[in-house]
């Protein structure tokens, strides 16, 4: 059985980049880097003014830590099977699970079928 969790939707908006010829992004506005042999991926907050596919964030309100087995497959699994995309920052706590903003309030319903609580920055998206 996978766990249930609790999920707050960040409030900010998210976009990822991936820098080919990069070993650290020029600036430090970004939340998460992983550095692979293809390149730097970024992620960073979108800013208002750039057209860009923005991402929404799904993240625990509790800590689960690195030794609670299937945290993050109860999440991917059913978004997976749902047809979302997600791409993945994880933490030394939890996972931030991004969708694309776009299929928000699809993710969430998602989610909450799958027995997860998710509420947003001010009120419950389910």
Do not use: K
């Amino acid at each position: 059985m996978s766990p249930a969790q609790h999920l707050n939707v960040v409030p900010s908006r998210f976009m990822v980049d991936h820098l080919p010829n990069a070993t650290f992004p020029e600036d430090d506005e970004w939340i998460a880097l992983v550095r692979a042999p293809e390149g730097l991926t970024v992620v960073r907050e979108a800013p208002p003014y750039l057209e860009t596919e923005r991402w929404v964030g799904f993240y625990s309100a509790t800590s689960h830590g690195l030794d609670a087995p299937g945290m993050l497959a109860a999440l991917v699994g059913p978004l997976g099977e749902a047809g979302v995309p997600v791409f993945v920052a994880s933490t030394y706590h939890a996972d931030l699970v991004l969708v694309p903003e776009h299929r928000r309030d699809e993710a969430a319903g998602v989610l909450t079928g799958a027995g997860h609580r998710v509420t947003g920055a001010t009120e419950d998206v389910r």
